[in-house]
């Protein structure tokens, strides 16, 4: 059996100082892992995250603060994160995400057992907070089927990602562009390279589950703006005037997502209004970029 691999863990973090807490606690609290670090890297945050940082990293001498003022991009700072990163496996996790104690090692086990290179972890949506929400509710029947994005579209959220460091050195880093889908497009790209790309069903990181409305529409927003980017620089989504972006969403599809013990009608309901935010920022930024075109505008 060869040794373990070394472990970098980049953290990416902004203006969520209660996030990261939770996340270093659970990394700090890790049990028969291999040798590891933490990257965490701060997105020029306007609050309180950056102490709470530094005084993890003041007692865990395994525990690195950076920052990335530059560009205000997730994946810019985890692309931060990577440049400092000493480790022959490189795990990301989002600063809100609470993985178990045995989660390095299993990570660890996982590339010393197979040819694997590429892993998407078991996420699971919770409940952060005291009461059910419907928009809560509407989270935690949806979750993130991260088998299914493997299988289907070759990529593994970045909330919990794990890659061996050959992988980054052969495909490069993230698109620190994109404001959403650059795990889509990266992952597009190690699966272009030929790499091997694996589910881990038993390695569990706890996602929080969105509360409110704002933040299901915050979301949706983004992603259809990231929808716009991959379009037009990877070919990577549907065009924007795409009859598909305006059907209702399928629902069987919903239902293969939902988890049973929650209401199809009402989740359904609540995925076809998310879809039409999504679909309505993707019209309404493909029309501005198609004006600036006519008018001449080139900014």
């Known amino acids: 059996m060869p040794d373990s691999p070394f472990v970098s863990v980049v953290v990416p973090v902004y203006n969520d100082p209660e996030g990261v807490k939770d996340t270093l606690h659970a990394l700090v609290d890790q049990r028969d892992a291999p040798a590891f670090e933490v990257r965490v890297v701060d997105n020029d945050s306007t609050d309180e995250t950056m102490q709470v940082i530094e005084a993890f990293a003041a007692d865990h001498p395994e525990i690195y603060c950076h920052t990335e003022t530059e560009i205000q991009s997730s994946y810019a700072a985890r692309n931060t994160g990577i440049e400092h990163a000493g480790g022959d496996v490189i795990v990301f996790l989002d600063a809100d995400v609470v993985v178990e104690r045995t989660c390095l090692r299993d990570i660890s086990r996982t590339f010393e057992g197979s040819d694997v290179d590429y892993v998407g972890c078991n996420v699971q949506m919770y409940n952060p907070g005291e009461t059910d929400t419907f928009w809560t509710k509407y989270d935690l029947a949806m979750g993130l089927p991260v088998e299914h994005y493997l299988r289907r579209k070759r990529f593994a959220p970045t909330c919990a990602l794990a890659v061996r460091r050959e992988v980054i050195e052969a495909v490069g880093t993230f698109d620190d562009e994109l404001v959403s889908g650059g795990d889509k497009e990266f992952g597009n790209r190690v699966s272009e390279a030929g790499f091997r790309m694996g589910f881990a ?96 505008d080139t900014t």
């Open 201 to 296: 069903e038993g390695i569990v990181a706890k996602h929080p589950a969105r509360t409110s409305l704002k933040r299901n529409i915050q979301k949706s927003t983004r992603i259809g703006k990231g929808q716009v980017q991959l379009w037009a620089g990877y070919g990577l989504a549907a065009h924007p005037v795409s009859y598909t972006r305006y059907l209702p969403p399928d629902p069987q599809r919903v239902r293969n997502r939902r988890d049973a013990q929650f209401d199809l009608v009402s989740i359904y309901l609540a995925e076809i209004l998310l879809k039409y935010v999504q679909s309505a920022t993707v019209l309404y930024l493909y029309l501005k970029r198609l004006l600036k075109r006519v008018s001449g």
